[in-house]
């Protein structure tokens, strides 16, 4: 158990729809990032935020939007869904504090939309 | 941007052998991790390497740090059922930036 904590672990919905994707990160942890995983294929990275402030951004769709709280759980929003958009979506952690420090992963969210 | 490269794309091996992969990039890295992917769920690491030429174990998997900081190998011994997965690498290219992946090695080990 990575300590990462994603919701829900299934999601179905249609096209043109809005979700939203929750992760809690591991205890400590001050950074979060958001990757996309379609099938078959390698880690995409959307998005980072460090204790609330986003820190970077990667390959993020503009139809996507992403927040961290103070609590530092994490949401990704996808809005007008398409179906290019299933995938699984997930959520990492890192202590942040140290530049290089390794990612945790959840067990991500399966996004299929039909 | 950064591009990172596995080899092999995948493998089918008997339990019992050992298996060897790498990851090489054009880049310069500061870091490389290792992940196995299980179906169905997240990556888990397995290995983090800090400093060129640094060779670090975690059980049968052992991992090393390229001298050219261009690549890094990552070594299972005695391979077990439970190995089957994708196995991938990630780097970082400078303190602070994100980690690239590499798209990933899939292991398959036959009884």
């Known amino acids: 158990d990575s300590g990462v904590t994603q919701t829900p672990k299934h999601l179905i919905t249609a096209t043109g729809q809005r979700v939203t994707l929750r992760c809690s990160p591991r205890s400590g942890d001050l950074s979060v990032y958001w990757y996309q995983q379609s099938l078959d294929q390698g880690l995409q990275f959307l998005i980072q935020y460090y204790n609330g402030e986003e820190r970077a951004k990667g390959n993020i769709l503009e139809r996507f939007s992403a927040q961290q709280f103070p609590d530092l759980h994490s949401e990704l929003n996808l809005s007008s869904l398409e179906l290019g958009d299933s995938a699984l979506y997930f959520c990492?952690?890192?202590?942040?504090?140290?530049?290089?420090?390794?990612?945790?992963f959840g067990n991500g969210t399966r996004l299929t939309v039909t | 941007g950064q591009q990172l490269n596995q080899s092999p794309q995948s493998m089918f091996i008997q339990e019992g052998e050992d298996v060897s992969m790498n990851c090489t990039s054009s880049s310069i890295f500061n870091t490389w991790l290792w992940y196995k992917q299980d179906p169905g769920e997240g990556p888990v690491l397995l290995i983090a390497l800090y400093k060129a030429g640094e060779l670090t174990s975690n059980g049968r998997l052992t991992a090393q740090f390229g001298i050219t900081r261009k690549d890094s190998f990552l070594n299972i011994s005695a391979s077990i059922p439970s190995d089957v997965g994708i196995y991938f690498c990630?780097?970082?290219?400078?303190?602070?930036?994100?980690?690239?992946f590499g798209p990933g090695t899939r292991l398959s080990v036959l009884p």
């Open positions: 990492a952690s890192s202590v942040g504090a140290q530049p290089n420090s390794p990612l945790h």
């Open positions: 990630a780097g970082q290219e400078n303190y602070g930036q994100n980690f690239v």
